[in-house]
């Protein structure tokens, strides 16, 4: 699970940010160039969860209006352990600065993502990977390959997975 949550969390960071290029799928600018200026005197030495948390809820209010709120998750919605386990992570500042490592430039970023995915082909719009399993790292690995591919083509696909009933 631990893997899980790591994955999860640096997925969030790197669609978090390649969301907020040009085209933008959401209108936050957690991670533009000014970014940390503004946080880093509010927030000090937490700037970076400040971010992550930003844009995590920036990205999941985009994706619940897409997919809807019911017995669907998300990237930027999942069951509570795994939400504590990526929190847990970013507030670790050393580990923390490992998951920003990639959000340089849009083309790091998406040979970053390329690395964590499986090879998809996007659809606009919601998309359903699957059930919700015992380990997440395959519908994770699925959805980095959709939000990937998404972004090199220049669509809007919002990957999501059914709660177990």
């Known amino acids: 699970m631990i893997k899980d949550a790591a994955t999860l969390a640096e997925l969030r960071v790197l669609v978090g940010y390649l969301g907020e290029q040009a085209p933008a799928w959401w209108s936050s600018h957690f991670f533009g160039q000014s970014a940390m200026a503004f946080l880093t005197p509010v927030f000090g030495r937490s700037a970076?969860?400040?971010q992550y948390q930003g844009v995590l809820e920036a990205a999941r209010r985009v994706?619940?209006?897409?997919?809807?709120?019911?017995?669907?998750?998300?990237?930027?919605?999942?069951?509570?352990?795994?939400?504590?386990?990526?929190?847990t992570l970013v507030a670790d500042r050393e580990q923390a600065e490992g998951l920003f490592d990639h959000i340089d430039s849009p083309e790091h970023a998406q040979a970053r993502l390329e690395k964590l995915a499986s090879p998809q082909e996007a659809k606009e719009g919601?998309?359903?990977?699957?059930?919700?399993?015992?380990?997440?790292?395959?519908?994770?690995?699925?959805?980095?390959g959709l939000y990937l591919d998404a972004?090199?083509?220049?669509?809007?696909?919002?990957p999501y997975l059914r709660e177990a009933q």
């Open 126 to 144: 919601p998309v359903v990977v699957g059930d919700l399993g015992e380990s997440l790292a395959m519908p994770l690995a699925t959805m980095a």
């Open 48 to 50: 970076r969860q400040a």
């Open 151 to 158: 972004f090199r083509r220049g669509i809007q696909t919002y």
């Open 63 to 87: 994706h619940d209006e897409h997919i809807g709120i019911g017995r669907t998750l998300h990237l930027f919605h999942m069951p509570e352990h795994y939400e504590q386990g990526a929190s």
